[in-house]
Structure formats: C-alpha cells, structure tokens
C-alpha cells in the first residue's frame, strides 16, 4: 500500500494508525478545521502531507465550516448533520449533548478528481467529514480503489445517496464495520465494539442489496445509536 487519503484529519488518528500498520506509505491529510493546526504542530507523523481544504462536489468555492466549540473535534458542513444528529438531539449515549453551531469559518473547496489529479490514485480514502460525506464522494466521477465512509444510523438517506452514486462509479462490493446496540447478530454486518476502527475491514464484502437488508433492519433513525465505517470496492 503506497498512498492513502485521510480526508476529515482532525487530531490525526487514522494517519497514526496508518504510520503504525503500513510505516511506508504516504498519506494526505485533508482537514477544512484550520483552528485544529497549531494542535497538531508537536505530533510526529511520517510520510504526512497536511493541506487546508473542504472536500466537497465543486472546486474551488468558499463554503461555510460550523465548528461545535463543546464537542471536541466537532464540525460539519452539513446543516442537517447540525440539526438532526446525536450530537443535537442526544441519544441514550449522550444524554446532555449540548452542540452550540453558532461559529463558523469559512473554506475553499475541493474535490477528489483534484487531490487525485494531484497526488495520484490512492489505495484507499477514508471519509469522515460529519454528514457530509455525499458531497465527499459526489467529487468523484471516476471509480477509485478501495473507500471508507463513516455512517451514523440517523443518516438513512445520506447513506442511500452514497451508495447510489458508488454503484454509478462501477463499486460493486460492500461492507460495514461498526457498533450495533443489538450486539453481533446479523450475518453480514461486522460488530466493532468501538465503532469504526481504523484500517479494519469487514469480515465480508457482499452485494448492496445484501447488506442493505442488515442496514435496514438494524439502523433505527430516531434511535441515534449505531454507526460505523461502510467500506467499498
């Protein structure tokens, strides 16, 4: 594995969790978060190119970052991230979440076509960007290699949009990696007790409408509980 994009950086977890498993490879960090910089001047990543943009489905716009100043790490260019999520509405995890989306900064954009153009086709691109990762992938127009998106299971449509534009780019195969309230009960959902753990794959790859008969049936949108990694290919 030679290059990886890490778009949704934020403090730098997944890219040590790459400098740790595959010592070698490079990585893009892409993170719209400019306040989360000076953060980040004393930590020791290998083979890091850090770059300030907001991967989004058009090049070169200004856009608008909400940053949630009590939820550390929090922010989203999504506004129905910001009105209907767990981090607003709570959940039986986060019985006193109190987001605050009252600060903003804005953030050139970028697309997937551009950072590929760029730096080359990566193995694989992970996307953690807090409900906006359908803007992400609608950036790209050309099947990649391997991608990960976070899910939250209050986010039913967005994961549909997803998946839709995936299976028109030529992905044909699916899985999830996640925390499910149920426990370990459905065939083709891996069960991670700590949700999405970096650089795991699911155990199986299959058919969307496959996994999507175990989505369904296991991703309730008022509970705002379960969420996870989707991974393609």
């Known amino acids: 594995m030679d290059l990886i994009f890490d778009i949704g950086f934020n403090m730098g977890d997944f890219t ?8 070698d490879c490079k990585i893009i960090g892409v993170e719209a978060n400019k306040l989360l910089f000076p953060k980040l001047k004393n930590e020791n990543f290998k083979n890091l190119t850090l770059i300030n943009y907001l991967v989004s489905d058009i090049d070169g716009q200004n856009k608008k970052l909400w940053i949630d100043p009590n939820q550390s790490g929090i922010s989203t260019a999504s506004e129905k991230f910001m009105k209907h999520s767990r981090f607003t509405k709570g959940s039986k995890y986060l019985k006193n979440s109190n987001s605050d989306w009252t600060f903003s900064i804005d953030v050139k954009t970028i697309t997937l076509d551009k950072l590929i153009q760029k730096y080359g086709n990566p193995d694989i691109i992970k996307i953690d960007v807090e409900g906006h990762e359908f803007e992400v992938l609608s950036g790209l127009t050309k099947k990649a290699n ?7 299971e209050e986010e039913v449509e967005k994961i549909n949009n997803c998946i839709n534009h995936l299976k028109y780019l030529g ?16 065939e083709n959902i891996t069960f991670s007790s700590i949700g999405d753990p970096y650089l795991v794959e699911p155990r199986k790859y299959v058919k969307w409408e496959t996994l999507k008969k175990d989505i369904d049936q296991s991703f309730n949108e008022n509970r705002r509980v379960n969420y996870g990694m989707m991974w393609v290919k």
Do not use: A
């Open 16 to 23: 040590k969790t790459c400098n740790k498993k595959i010592p």
């Open 146 to 152: 391997k991608i990960c998106f976070e899910c939250h």
């Open 171 to 186: 992905y044909q195969e699916y899985g999830f990696i996640g925390y499910i309230d149920e426990g370990d009960i459905y």
